[in-house]
C-alpha cells in the first residue's frame, strides 16, 4: 500500500514577505521604464560588430542576474509547451510574414524601412550580417526583460490584469515608430503576454518576435 505524501504546506505570507514582493515589482517596473527611456533617448550608442551593448546588458545582462535566485528554468525551455503550440508559432510565423508584406501600403512604414534590393550582393551580405547580430542582440533581452522578470511580478501582484501594464509598456516606446508599427506591437503584446503567462514559458513569444524581424530583413533585401 503506497503511503500518502504528506501535503506541501504554502510559505505564509508575513508583513515582511509583502513589503519585499512590493518593493521588487516597484523595482522592476522603475527599472524596465528607465531602461526604456535611455534607449528612447539614445544616450548610449555603444556597438560591437553590429551588437547592441547596451541592450544587451541593461535589457538581459542585469535583469537576469537579479532575478537569478529564485528562477524558473522552466520558463526558458518547451517542456510546458503543448501540442497546439507548435501549430500557435507556425500561424503565428505566417501572420507576421503578412503584416511584413503589407509595409509598401503604409508610407510612414515605407519611409522608415527602405529597402536595399538595389544593393550589392557583398553589401547585402553585410547588412544581413550586422542586422541579424543586432536583432539578437536586442530582441533576447526584450523578451526575457518584459514577458519573463516583469511578467512574473505583475502576475504574482496582480494575478489577472497586471499582464495588461506590459503591451502599455512597449507600445509607449514603440511611439517612436509609425503609429501602425506602435499599434502592432500592442497587438502583438496582447496575445503573447498572456500565452507566456499561462504557460509559465517565454520561448514562444521569443521565436515569433524573431520570425517577424527576420522576415523584415528578407523583406528589405528582396523587395
Known sequence: MKRKRPAVKPVPKTPDTERSSTWMLVFVLAYTAAVLALDTFAVHNVF????????IVAWFAI???FSLRRFDWGWLGVARWKR????????????CAG????????????TTYGSVSHFSAA???????????WTFSWLIG???LHRCVLLRQLSARWPRWGWLIIPVFEGAYHLQKPMI???GMVAFSAILTP????????LLPFLAHLAIELELIAFLVLM
Open 48 to 55: 560591437v560588430k553590429g551588437a547592441d551593448l547596451f541592450k
Open 84 to 95: 497546439i503550440d507548435i501549430v500557435i508559432l507556425g500561424a503565428l510565423v505566417l501572420i
Open 123 to 133: 553589401a547585402k551580405r553585410s547588412f544581413v550580417t550586422h542586422r541579424v547580430i
Open 142 to 144: 526584450w523578451e526575457f
Open 63 to 65: 535583469p537576469f542576474l
Open 195 to 202: 500565452w507566456a503567462l499561462r504557460r509559465r514559458n517565454v
Open 99 to 110: 503584416a511584413v508584406l503589407v509595409i509598401p501600403l503604409f508610407p510612414s512604414l515605407r
Open 181 to 183: 508599427e506602435a499599434l
